[in-house]
């Protein structure tokens, strides 16, 4: 298969790429150009808006957002907010409603701020040790889905969720949920963005020493080259 090769001027060319969604996991990363998920636990001094526009595009595309609970705290995340248009766009196609967040959560326990909308509760993805019993809320939560006795099954997590009408899955991140993921097999395609910023190392640890950077430094991307699926970068301050 030969790979497209485009240079894009923003949101509206880009997202066309991306109008085709696998069934299955869908990732999307971004990396600074040192191999860095992250700058200070947080994915957003590497982004930029395209980069977020795009984000919001591949939600409007997915049936459920999966993320792993340390991501949904460093990066406060809350209910997805979809534009008019991507609304329009779902109804047309008969589903509705945004697509829930699902997080997976070892403890059992999510960020408050998940469950700030009673109309778009999270799913809550965590083992049988760590479930609420079934009579009992788990802050408002709309769905349970246990998943292996101690640790979490995340390929019987995509069953699961495919089985309650979400095959669709856009995972976020963080690094972690992504390597698990990926040993597990069941990545079927993952969307890159590569920021020109070097970040030195950024643990995904809290008992890892930090980076001395105050902030990424920023690069200039020098050229681009594609030889047999390989893409080769270089990258100048």
Avoid: W
């Avoid at 698990?180 to 970040?199: N, S």
């Amino acid at each position: 298969m030969t790979a497209t090769v485009a240079e894009v001027g923003g949101i509206a060319d880009l997202a066309r790429f991306y109008a085709d969604p696998p069934l299955g996991v869908r990732a999307n990363m971004i990396f600074s150009a040192d191999g860095a998920a992250a700058f200070a636990g947080r994915a957003g001094p590497l982004s930029n808006p395209v980069d977020q526009e795009l984000l919001q595009v591949l939600r409007g595309f997915a049936d459920v957002v999966l993320i792993g609970a340390g991501t949904a705290r460093a990066e406060n995340y809350g209910p997805v907010r979809l534009s008019q248009t991507q609304q329009a766009e779902r109804d047309a196609e008969g589903r509705p409603d945004p697509p829930p967040v699902a997080v997976v959560s070892r403890s059992g326990k999510l960020p408050p701020r998940l469950s700030s909308d009673p109309y778009q509760p999270p799913i809550l993805v965590t083992t049988e040790r760590a479930a609420p019993p079934r009579h009992e809320p788990a802050d408002r939560l709309s769905r349970v889905f246990a998943a292996g006795a101690e640790s979490v099954d995340l390929v019987r997590v995509v069953a699961m969720l495919g089985a309650a009408g979400m095959p669709r899955i856009l995972c976020e991140g963080g690094p972690t949920l992504l390597d698990e993921l990926v040993e597990a097999g069941a990545v079927d395609e993952i969307c890159v963005t590569l920021a020109p910023k070097l970040a030195a190392g950024q643990p995904i640890r809290a008992d890892m020493p930090p980076s001395q950077l105050a902030v990424p430094v920023g690069m200039h991307l020098d050229h681009v080259l594609v030889h047999q699926d390989y893409v080769f970068l270089k990258y100048r301050r």
